[in-house]
C-alpha cells in the first residue's frame, strides 16, 4: 500500500496502522519521506504530488500498488473571504485538489492496465461540508476531495476499484497538540463544538482508513465517512 504524506502527523499513523496489519507499505512525502520511513521500519520514497513527473518516478519506486491512500495536504494555509491572498487559495487547490487527482489517475491507470482491483482512500474533512470562518479555501479543497471520491467511485467501479473518503473533525496531531495546548482557550473551543468532547486521534483516523480498505467494506464505494465525534450534528 502507498500512502501519500506519510510523513505529516496522520500519514505516519495510517502507515503504522497497514504495517501492523502486515502489509507492505511504502509512505511517499516531499519532505522527511525517508526519516520518517525508517523511524516506522517501512519503505520510503519522496514524491511531490503537485508534479507528474515526480509522481511518476515515485510510483516506479514503490512498485504496484493495490491500495492508495491520498493523504498529502496543506491544512494550514488559512484567511478570510476578505483576506485570502488569490495565490494561497491556488496553493490550496493545486495541492489538495490537483494533486489527489494526479496520484488517483496515474494508480488508477496503472491498475486498470495491468487488470488488477484496488482501494483508494481519500482524506477529506468535514469542513467540506461546515463551515468554520476563516478556513474556507481548505474547506472548499475538501468539498472537491468528496466530489473526485464520487467521481473516480463511479467510474472505476466497473474496474473492481473501490474509491471512498475519510472526513474528520480537528484531529490531535503532534503539530496541532503544539500549537494549541491542552487547557488554552482555542483547544477548549474546538472540544466545546464536538459532542464526544474530545478531538480525534490519529490512530481513529488511521482506522477508519484500514476498514475502508478492508474486505469488510467490500460494498462501500464512493462514501465519505466522518470520523469528527458528532460534531456534524451540530
Ligand atoms: N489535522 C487535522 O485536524 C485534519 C483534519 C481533517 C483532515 N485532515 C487531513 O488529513 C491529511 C493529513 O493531515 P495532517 O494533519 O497529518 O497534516 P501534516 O501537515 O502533518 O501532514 C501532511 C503531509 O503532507 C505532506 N505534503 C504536503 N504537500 C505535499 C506535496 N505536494 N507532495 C507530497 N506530500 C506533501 C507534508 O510534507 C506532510 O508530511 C490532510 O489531507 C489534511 O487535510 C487533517
Given at each position: 500500500m502507498l500512502v501519500t504524506g506519510g510523513a505529516g502527523g496522520i500519514g505516519r499513523a495510517i502507515a503504522a496502522a497497514f504495517r501492523d496489519e502486515g502489509d507492505d507499505v511504502v509512505l511517499a512525502d516531499v519532505r522527511g519521506a525517508g526519516e520518517a520511513a525508517a523511524e516506522l521500519g517501512v519503505r520510503g520514497v519522496d514524491a511531490d504530488i503537485t508534479d507528474e513527473d515526480s509522481i511518476a518516478r515515485a510510483l516506479a519506486e514503490a512498485g504496484p500498488v493495490d491500495v492508495l491512500v491520498?493523504?498529502?495536504?496543506?491544512?494550514?494555509v488559512h484567511g478570510t473571504l476578505l483576506d485570502l491572498p488569490a495565490d494561497a487559495m491556488l496553493d490550496i487547490l493545486r495541492t489538495n485538489v490537483h494533486g489527489t487527482f494526479l496520484v488517483t489517475q496515474q494508480v488508477a491507470r496503472q491498475l486498470v492496465a495491468d487488470g488488477r482491483s484496488g482501494v483508494i482512500v481519500n482524506l477529506s474533512s468535514i469542513g467540506g461540508r461546515q463551515p468554520t470562518p476563516g478556513m474556507g479555501g481548505y474547506e472548499s479543497s475538501k468539498a472537491a476531495v468528496d466530489a473526485l471520491t464520487r467521481w473516480a467511485a463511479v467510474e472505476l467501479a466497473a474496474h473492481g476499484i473501490r474509491v471512498n473518503a475519510v472526513a474528520p473533525g480537528p484531529v490531535l496531531t503532534p503539530m496541532l497538540a503544539a500549537g494549541m495546548p491542552e487547557g488554552s482557550p482555542a483547544r477548549e473551543a474546538w472540544v466545546n463544538r464536538i459532542p464526544l468532547r474530545r478531538m480525534a486521534s490519529v490512530e481513529d483516523v488511521a482506522g477508519l482508513v484500514v476498514f475502508l480498505a478492508s474486505?469488510?467494506?467490500?460494498?462501500?464505494?464512493?462514501t465519505s465517512v466522518p470520523v469528527d465525534g458528532g460534531q456534524l450534528l451540530t
Open positions: 491520498n493523504n498529502a495536504g496543506l491544512l494550514s474486505e469488510r467494506a467490500a460494498h462501500m464505494t464512493g
